[in-house]
């Protein structure tokens, strides 16, 4: 069983260490040696398990464990604890974490405690499938991050309200994100076939949309496109 996990960890030697020892088992990596670069890695998305420092500089481990689980209950988060940090491990299984392993650790019980999550992951998905239950819907881009089952929004930390029609278009756009829309795509897949509105109906939600997601100091995501339409992408 492989996958792609997330390693959170500030000491470079062991970090290093878990890419080596991660890689040679078939697993794909990332790395943070932050909490905030750490939480920002996560959003990204596509990972199937974080290995989780609690001593990290700026946000805690234990903070950034609080604010993956407030969006993310499934993903295994194995938490790398110093020896006598008793109350950080009874937080973080407290919090959500999948389990803990103490420094310094045998790579062969990290390896064999990363396959158990793996496996008991793997063993939800199935039992949610089998019950017929929604896969996570969870879109992203940067720091923004859109759930269509709990038709949550956040960019960064902040909680964006959005009208029903404001939370469709933007969905639309993230399914489609870097590919450049014409408000004629737009207003047949967002309004419906049968609109008879004036197209110039999008301007006015995407300057809804634009005014809600953005804010001081964050790069613009939707961008327009001169005589075309709208593009929603990460600025290079």
Not at 88 to 99: I, M, N, P, R
């Amino acid at each position: 069983m492989t996958g792609k996990i997330l390693i959170i960890e500030d000491e470079d030697k062991i970090a290093r260490l878990l890419e080596l020892e991660l890689g040679y088992e078939g697993y794909r990596t990332g790395r943070a040696a932050s909490g905030t670069d750490g939480l920002d890695r996560y959003r990204e998305g596509g990972w199937d398990l974080i290995l989780l420092d609690v001593m990290l500089p700026g946000l805690s481990g234990i903070e950034v464990l609080r604010r993956i689980r407030a969006a993310d209950p499934l993903t295994p988060v194995i938490l790398l604890t110093a020896k006598d940090s008793v109350e950080d491990k009874v937080s973080g299984l407290d919090l959500g974490a999948t389990d803990y392993v103490t420094k310094p650790f045998q790579i062969e019980e990290l390896l064999a405690r990363i396959r158990s999550a793996l496996r008991a992951r793997a063993a939800v998905a199935a039992r949610r499938e089998e019950i017929g239950a929604p896969p996570e819907a969870m879109l992203t881009a940067g720091n923004l991050r859109l759930n269509e089952q709990t038709r949550e929004v956040y960019r960064g930390e902040r909680r964006i309200e959005l009208t029903p029609r404001e939370f469709d278009l933007l969905v639309y756009l993230l399914r489609n994100q870097r590919q450049v829309l014409s408000r004629e795509q737009m207003i047949r897949e967002v309004w419906g076939y049968d609109y008879a509105g004036d197209t110039n109906v999008v301007d006015v939600y995407i300057r809804y949309v634009r005014k809600k997601i953005d804010e001081a100091g964050m790069p613009e995501l939707i961008h327009t496109v001169r005589g075309v339409g709208y593009v929603l992408k990460e600025s290079s």
